[in-house]
């Protein structure tokens, strides 16, 4: 029996335990976050109350008489399998925890004593992976509602078929719309903590669709890198402040390991929502860099997707902005030298140059210079700076207009010495 959706203003979530101090505290803790909640002191009567009152949560204990946690939730998950079901357990409930993960379909277990934010945080996040699988369903419900209609009107006149075929169409676009909207929404989330996270992800976002564009990439392949880049910090959920809004460098060890498993967070997030496979795969790699150096497969080259190399190039960018990659904020100028000078190493040359040709596309009076590597320059390119050798000798004067032979000369140049030559340049 599958339950409607739920209210949206608040969260029902039935409690089963059959220790009663350990219910009163969960029950004092979830009704100061405003939260309505039911309680039962078994696996029987935990079943009797799902079957009166509509239910978003479910938490129980793992070792309860008569009837076992696992045993409750394998039962719930087979007649209310959208109720989200988390597992509460003691360290040494290992084999148990296994077999209730196995059987019941958790969303997530946690270890006694518990800790209460992350408690509060674990329902917030099941709740709302819950209402955007609903969004979801609904929206697909819809589209094969629409279909059906298409297909009746096979039978009518050719210009009313056409004239429905534009309104199904329309209305195509805005579920899709809709879709898109519930994933900002939902990118939303980490950005309504404030700070200088603020913005983040919608700036990201469209600075990799301007990229994918460039690359004249088909319209599902834009849209679905647009997407991962609303969504490339969902799995910052939970992190503390101090991981999310300090410069990841001035981390401790410990901090740094916890951010450096967001993206597979991220993945794991998603990756139930067929329509959101493909943008799951994006997250898991945006921290890949292109010389192997990156988190967390350690990929490298194309084995990276293109659409994580999009999202590493657009994301650093504006992550140096705000002070998330060194202490000090770069302007824009110095943030898109920073990828130059690593192009080839951190980031896909050929995503570098195309997101500097649409920075300077789009704002020609702020970028009137543009830094690139000999390998990017064309012939008639004019020096808009002295281009010095490392030792201090000038090679080409600030006018200078760039010949064929001269570029080839720079690239030569660049790889005997092995060290990165950055131009200047009026394109």
Do not use: C
């Not at 006694?112 to 929206?139: C, G, S, Y």
Request: aromatic residues 6%; proline residues 4%; glycine residues 6%.
């Amino acid at each position: 029996m599958s339950q409607g959706i739920p209210p949206v203003s608040a969260g029902r979530v039935l409690l089963v335990d059959d220790e009663a101090n350990i219910l009163a505290a969960l029950r004092r803790l979830l009704r100061m976050r405003g939260y309505e909640v039911f309680s039962a002191n078994s696996g029987a009567e935990g079943l009797a109350m799902l079957e009166l009152e509509k239910i978003d949560v479910i938490i129980s204990d793992m070792k309860m008489p008569e009837m076992t946690g696992a045993e409750f939730l394998e039962r719930t998950f087979l007649k209310w399998p959208d109720v989200k079901r988390i597992l509460l357990t003691g360290h040494s409930d290992v084999n148990l925890t296994i077999a209730a993960i196995n059987r019941g379909k958790i969303w997530r277990y946690i270890a006694k004593p518990w800790d209460e934010e992350d408690l509060v945080l674990t329902i917030q996040q099941a709740i709302a992976h819950r209402q955007l699988m609903f969004e979801n369903a609904r929206l697909l419900s819809l589209t094969q509602s629409q279909n059906e209609e298409l297909k009746s009107l096979n039978t009518t006149l050719e210009a009313r078929v056409n004239e429905r075929t534009q309104q199904l169409q329309q209305a195509l676009k805005t579920l899709r719309q809709s879709f898109v909207n519930s994933v900002q929404v939902f990118s939303n989330m980490i950005e309504m903590r404030g700070g200088v996270l603020a913005g983040h992800s919608r700036r990201v976002a469209e600075h990799a669709r301007n990229v994918a564009k460039h690359f004249r990439l088909e319209e599902a392949e834009v849209q679905e890198i647009f997407l991962a880049a609303l969504l490339h910090d969902i799995g910052k959920l939970g992190l503390p402040d101090e991981a999310i809004e300090r410069p990841f460098n001035s981390l401790g060890p410990k901090l740094r390991a916890e951010v450096m498993k967001h993206p597979s967070r991220g993945e794991l997030l998603l990756m139930p929502i067929e329509q959101l496979a493909g943008v799951a795969v994006l997250i898991r790699h945006h921290h890949e860099q292109f010389d192997g150096g990156g988190y967390p497969s350690g990929k490298s080259g194309i084995e990276i997707p293109l659409g994580s190399r999009i999202l590493a190039v657009v994301n650093d960018y504006d992550a140096l902005q705000l002070g998330l990659m060194s202490e000090r904020r770069l302007p824009r100028a110095e943030a898109l030298r920073y990828l130059v000078e690593n192009r080839g190493k951190r980031y896909d040359p050929s995503v570098v140059d195309a997101f500097s040709a649409v920075l300077a596309k789009a704002n020609p009076e702020e970028f009137v210079e543009m830094p690139l590597r000999p390998v990017s320059l064309h012939p008639g390119y004019r020096l808009t700076r002295d281009l010095l050798h490392r030792e201090g000798y000038l090679l080409l004067a600030k006018d200078h207009v760039l010949s064929a032979n001269e570029i080839t000369q720079l690239v030569r140049l660049e790889e005997v010495e092995a060290h990165p030559i950055t131009v200047y340049v009026a394109t």
